[in-house]
C-alpha cells in the first residue's frame, strides 16, 4: 500500500480548513492515516468522497497509550452513525464518512468552540508562549553578545542563530494573534446562532513563507561560510539536534505501544530530553575545546630563558599573512614571530583578522595587527564605517586617558584614511576604506613613513 508524507501547515484550532482540505485530499486518492506535528502520513486509496469531522477532547493527552474511556465511547458512538475514526492529534480527533447527507459531529457551535479553547489553552498555547519567550531571550542574548559593526556583517554564525530566532519569535506572535483574533471572531458568530469561523490558509503562507525564508538564509550562510570550522560546528550541531527530536518521538511511540501510562510517558520523555541536550552540549563543548574543529596549522616551539633563570617556552603559529613586517622593515633572521591569520564569512560579509606579534622584547621590530573587512553590499559602507570608527573610540576611551579621536588624513590612490589620536598625539593606528573593503591597521614597534603606510595600503588593497 503506497504512502506519502506531507508539510502541513493548518492550525490546530481551524478545523472547518483542515476538513476541507482531507477532503480534497480523498478526492485525489489520498486518505490520512497519522498526524504528528507537521509531517502528516497519507495512505493511497481508490479516489472517493469523503466527508471529515473533527472533535476535540480536552482531557486527552499524545502521551496515553490509548483512548480514555469517554474517547471510546465516544467513537462506537460515531462508528454507529457511520463516522469512522481516523487518528489522533493531541486532544483532536479525527473522523470520516462517506455518508451523503451524515449527521453533524457537532451540533452547538458554542459547545464546540468553547471545546476548542479548552483544547488549545492546555496543548498548543503554553508551548506557542513558551517557544516565543524563549527565542526572544536568545535573540536579544545574542545581540548583547555583538562586537564591533563590521564584525556583526561578517559573523555568519551570529547572524543565522539571530535570524532564526527572529523568525521563530516572528512566527509564534502571527500564531497566537491569528489564534485569538479567530477566537474572538468566532464567539461573535456562535453568540449570534452562527458556526466558528474559518482562519483559512493565511496562517499555512505565513508559516511556509518564515521556513522558506529561514532555509534561504540558512544556505547563503553556510555557501559563505564553506571551509570554516564554524559551519562545520552548526551543522553538527544542528544534525545532533534533529537525531535528538527524532529519537524523542520514537521513545513516546514505543512507551505509547508498551502500555506505559501518561504520567510515565511524560515523565521518560522529559528525562531523556534533558539528559540528551545536556549529553549533546557537553560534546560539542569538549569536542571544541580539543581542538576537534579547528584546522590544524603550522606552528614551531619558541623557548626562551627569563632573567631569573625560569624557562618558558611558546607555541608561535605560521600562518601566511598578505602584509607582514618584512614588507616594512628589515627584520633580523630568526626573529620569533608568531603569525595569526583567521578569516570568517557571512551573506554580508567577510573579514581575515591577521597579527603578527614578536615574543623577544629584546628586539625593536615592528609588530602588525589588522583586518580587512570586504561588504559584499558596498552600500553598507555609508553604515557600517562610521559606526566601526565610533565603536574603537568607545571601547578606547573607556580604559584609556587621554580621549581618543580619529582625524582624516590624505592618502594616496583614492584611499579615505583617519588616523588615530590621543589627544593631540598622533598614533600608529589608521582606519582605510576604499570601494567596498574597509581596513584597520595597527603597527608598533618601528617608525613608519608616510611612504610605507602607502605601501602597507596598497599591500592590503590589492591583496
Known amino acids: 500500500m503506497k504512502r506519502k508524507r506531507r508539510l502541513e501547515f493548518f492550525a490546530f484550532y481551524d478545523t472547518e480548513t483542515i476538513a476541507a482540505h482531507l477532503g480534497r485530499m480523498a478526492e485525489k486518492g489520498w486518505a490520512l492515516s497519522e498526524i504528528n506535528q507537521y509531517f502528516w502520513t497519507y495512505t493511497q486509496i481508490p479516489p472517493e468522497k469523503r466527508t471529515y469531522g473533527i472533535a476535540f477532547f480536552p482531557g486527552a493527552s499524545q502521551f496515553d497509550p490509548k483512548p480514555t474511556a469517554q474517547q471510546t465511547e465516544y467513537m462506537e458512538y460515531c462508528e454507529e452513525a457511520r ?19 451524515p449527521t453533524p459531529l457537532e451540533t452547538d457551535e458554542g459547545l464546540k468552540l468553547e471545546v476548542i479553547r479548552r483544547a488549545m489553552k492546555k496543548s498548543f498555547l503554553p508551548g506557542t508562549w513558551a517557544l516565543l519567550v524563549l527565542f526572544l531571550i536568545q535573540f536579544f542574548f545574542q545581540r548583547n553578545t555583538w562586537d564591533s559593526p563590521l564584525e556583526v556583517l561578517a559573523d555568519g554564525t551570529s547572524q543565522m542563530g539571530m535570524l532564526s530566532s527572529l523568525m521563530i ?90 502500555g506505559s501510562s501518561r504520567e510515565m510517558n511524560l515523565f521518560l520523555t522529559i528525562l531523556a530530553s534533558i539528559l540528551l541536550t545536556v549529553g549533546i552540549t557537553a560534546a560539542i563543548f569538549a569536542a571544541v575545546a580539543s581542538g576537534a574543529f579547528s584546522p590544524k596549522k603550522e606552528a614551531e616551539i619558541y623557548t626562551r630563558t627569563l632573567s631569573d633563570g625560569q624557562v618558558y617556552s611558546i607555541e608561535l603559529e605560521q600562518d601566511t599573512l598578505p602584509l607582514t613586517a618584512a614588507d616594512l622593515a628589515d627584520i633580523p633572521a630568526g626573529a620569533p614571530y608568531s603569525s595569526s591569520c583567521r578569516r570568517s564569512s557571512s551573506f554580508l560579509a567577510s573579514v581575515t583578522e591577521c597579527s603578527q606579534l614578536c615574543f623577544d622584547p629584546a628586539l625593536d621590530v615592528p609588530e602588525l595587527e589588522y583586518e580587512v573587512y570586504d561588504l559584499r553590499i558596498s552600500a553598507l559602507a555609508d553604515w557600517a564605517l562610521p559606526a566601526q570608527m565610533e565603536y574603537i573610540l568607545e571601547r578606547r576611551n573607556r580604559y584609556h586617558t587621554p580621549e581618543s579621536t580619529y582625524a582624516p588624513v590624505s592618502f594616496a590612490d583614492g584611499i579615505q584614511a583617519w588616523q588615530l589620536y590621543d589627544d593631540d598625539e598622533p598614533q600608529p593606528s589608521f582606519v582605510w576604506a576604499k570601494d567596498s573593503r574597509i581596513i584597520r591597521i595597527h603597527i608598533s614597534g618601528a617608525q613608519i613613513s608616510q611612504s610605507q603606510w602607502e605601501q602597507a595600503a596598497d599591500i592590503l588593497f590589492d591583496s
Open 169 to 258: 519569535s516572528l512566527l509564534c506572535i502571527v500564531q497566537l494573534v491569528s489564534y485569538f483574533r479567530w477566537y474572538r471572531k468566532s464567539r461573535a458568530a456562535t453568540e449570534a446562532g452562527g458556526p466558528c469561523q474559518r482562519a483559512g490558509i493565511a496562517l499555512s503562507r505565513i508559516s511556509l513563507l518564515t521556513l522558506v525564508c529561514v532555509c534561504w538564509f540558512l544556505l547563503c550562510q553556510f555557501y559563505f561560510m564553506a571551509g570554516q570550522s564554524l559551519l562545520a560546528i552548526s551543522l553538527l550541531i544542528f544534525l545532533l539536534f534533529l537525531v535528538m527530536f527524532w529519537l524523542l518521538f520514537q521513545l513516546q511511540k514505543l512507551l505509547k505501544k508498551r
Open 83 to 101: 463516522w469512522h475514526y481516523v487518528t489522533q492529534w493531541h486532544q483532536m480527533q479525527i473522523f470520516y464518512t462517506t455518508a451523503e447527507n
